[in-house]
């Protein structure tokens, strides 16, 4: 079965570093999607891509945050510099479409000390 | 504007026993509605889907789930649970052909007793 695979699963890291994970999405999928997930907020969506081009990043704080797909079997979600607060697993899914159902990877596993 | 309300954020069944997972929605136009599975370390996976046609949706795992318009509810149930149900399940919404997001319900975490 084809999978999103996403690196790294786990991150630990001190706060005021950068912070970069990557997703590789299904082949033929033109949408990709950011999660957030916490115990407070639970799946939050930071940001989707469709065709590589950003369509919504309102869910993700602007000053830190930052999605890009420099091609199309490439997103990244890039963190600089990190807090605590950003302590969460990240999720990336794709899918054919924006309201189609989303493949998710196994997320990303994120610890700010 | 689209939500999702799911009903419980805990629901604890006897191995066995019937399982109903509650879910509301709202929406403007017709939606799209699924529902989602996470096991712990896990990313979510699809357990069903409705776009249009029967109302009666059959997914894997001998779950199924009922779209009825008329309460806006999209209830998952299994006739008999199974240990290896245990796990977070998600309710999820979309406008349908030409919408742009897909909205999540907060979860509810199946327990299942032996």
């Known amino acids: 079965d084809a999978r999103v695979t996403q690196t790294p699963r786990h991150k630990v890291t001190e706060m005021g570093q950068e912070v970069t994970m990557r997703c590789q999405p299904i082949?033929?999928?033109?949408?990709v999607f950011w999660y957030r997930q916490t115990m407070m907020q639970g799946l939050e969506l930071l940001a989707y891509?469709?065709?590589?081009?950003?369509?919504?990043d309102s869910g993700m704080p602007k000053d830190r945050f930052s999605a890009e797909m420099p091609d199309a079997t490439l997103a990244t979600l890039k963190i600089q510099p990190s807090e605590p607060r950003d302590s969460a697993v990240y999720f990336c899914?794709?899918?054919?479409?924006?309201?189609?159902?989303?493949?998710f990877g196994d997320g990303t596993r994120l610890s700010i000390l | 504007a689209q939500s999702v309300t799911q009903l419980g954020s805990h629901v604890s069944v006897s191995e066995g026993a019937l399982v109903l997972l509650r879910c509301n929605y709202s929406?403007?136009?017709?939606?799209?509605l699924f529902w989602y599975v996470q096991y712990p370390n896990q990313g979510l996976q699809l357990l069903l889907k409705?776009?249009?046609?029967?109302?009666l949706v059959k997914g894997i795992n001998g779950f199924e789930a009922e779209f009825k318009k008329s309460e806006t509810s999209f209830h998952l149930t299994k006739p008999s649970a199974h240990m290896s149900d245990a796990a977070e399940y998600f309710c999820?919404?979309?406008?349908?052909?030409?919408?742009?997001?897909?909205?999540f319900g907060a979860g509810t975490r199946l327990f299942v007793k032996a």
């Open positions: 899914a794709s899918a054919t479409g924006s309201n189609q159902p989303q493949h």
């Open positions: 082949l033929g999928h033109n949408t």
């Open positions: 891509f469709r065709n590589r081009a950003p369509l919504d």
């Open positions: 929406s403007s136009v017709p939606p799209y």
């Open positions: 409705y776009t249009t046609g029967a109302t």
């Open positions: 999820a919404v979309s406008e349908g052909p030409g919408g742009f997001k897909t909205i």
